[in-house]
C-alpha cells in the first residue's frame, strides 16, 4: 500500500431545468409528465441532497449554471452559506466546442454568481464535459484558478501548455459521477460495487479521487433510497486511515502547501 493521504472531493452538479430546457427549449409541453425529472432538482433534490451533507458534516463544491442561479438565487445563496464552494457551471447547459458567444456566456455566469454570493467563483466545470484550448485562456483571463472537467489523469497538473497559465486541472472520473451510472439503470447495488472497487485501487495508490452527484430525478442522487448507498459508502471512505475530503478550493490548498501531488 502507498504511504501519505488520498484526498476525495465530493462535487455537485447543481442540474435542474436547464438540461430539459437545452434538450427541449421553451416548450413547456416537454417540461411535465414523465420526463419532467429536471424538476425534481429545485421541488425537492437539493432540499434533501443538502440535508444530508449537513447531517454528515460534509462540505461540498457545488457546480451552479448561471441560468439555474436565475431561476433559484435563494437555493443558491443557501448552499454557500452552509460553507459549500459554489464554482461556475456553465450558463445553460451548452456546450463548449466553438460555442457562439462563448467568451460573454462565461463572463456572464461569472458574474451572476459573484452577484449572489458575494465571491468571485474560483472553478469551472463544463456543461456537457467539452471545451476547448479557448475556453481555458478566457477562465484564466476571468481569474479562476481551477478546472474540473477533464479524465485525462489521475492526479490534479498544471493547465499552462493548454493556454491557462496559472490554472490547474483537478481531474474527475467517470465512473465516479452518479449520472453516468444512474442514465444507464445501475442499480444500487451496482453502483455501490463499482465505486467501491474503484475507490479502493485509488485509495490503495493514493489517487485524488472526485466524486460528482446530482440532485436530479432521473439520473441523480437525491431520490431517499440513493442516499442511503451514498451514506454507506461515504461511512466506508472516512472509516479508512489517511483519507482527507477537501473542496476543489481546498486541494488547491493542498497543493500549494505540497501535501497533494501535481503534475508540471
Known amino acids: 500500500m502507498a504511504e501519505g493521504t488520498c484526498f476525495v472531493t465530493f462535487t455537485v452538479n447543481l442540474q435542474g431545468m436547464s438540461v430539459d430546457r437545452a434538450l427541449h427549449g421553451d416548450n413547456p409541453a416537454k417540461h411535465f409528465g414523465g420526463k419532467a425529472h429536471g424538476r425534481y432538482m429545485a421541488s425537492i433534490g437539493a432540499e434533501r441532497m443538502y440535508g444530508f451533507f449537513r447531517s454528515e458534516g460534509l462540505k461540498t463544491t457545488t457546480f451552479v449554471p448561471g441560468w439555474e442561479a436565475e431561476q433559484h438565487p435563494e437555493l443558491v445563496r443557501a448552499i454557500a452559506a452552509e460553507g459549500h464552494e459554489i464554482a461556475a457551471h456553465g450558463y445553460a447547459h451548452e456546450d463548449y466546442t466553438n460555442a457562439a458567444g462563448e467568451a460573454d456566456l462565461l463572463a456572464k455566469t461569472h458574474g451572476i454568481l459573484t452577484d449572489l454570493t458575494g465571491a468571485a467563483p474560483r472553478g469551472w466545470r463544463a456543461p456537457t464535459g467539452l471545451l476547448e ?97 451514498l451514506k454507506d459508502f461515504l461511512d466506508e471512505i472516512r472509516a479508512l486511515p489517511d483519507v482527507r475530503i477537501v473542496t476543489c478550493a481546498e486541494a488547491l490548498g493542498c497543493i500549494e502547501d505540497g501535501t497533494l501531488f501535481c503534475r508540471a
Do not use: C
Open 133 to 229: 484550448h479557448e475556453t481555458l485562456a478566457a477562465l484564466a483571463g476571468l481569474g479562476y484558478a481551477y478546472d474540473a472537467s477533464n479524465q485525462d489523469d489521475d492526479f490534479p497538473y498544471r493547465l499552462e501548455a493548454d493556454g491557462a497559465p496559472g490554472m490547474i486541472e483537478l481531474p474527475q472520473t467517470e465512473i465516479l459521477i452518479d449520472a453516468e451510472l444512474y442514465s444507464r439503470r445501475a442499480t444500487h447495488s451496482k453502483l455501490r460495487k463499482w465505486w467501491r472497487e474503484e475507490f479502493m485501487a485509488a485509495y490503495e495508490e493514493r489517487i485524488y479521487v472526485q466524486f460528482t452527484l446530482t440532485p436530479r430525478a432521473d439520473f441523480g442522487s437525491a431520490r431517499a433510497s440513493r442516499l442511503a448507498v
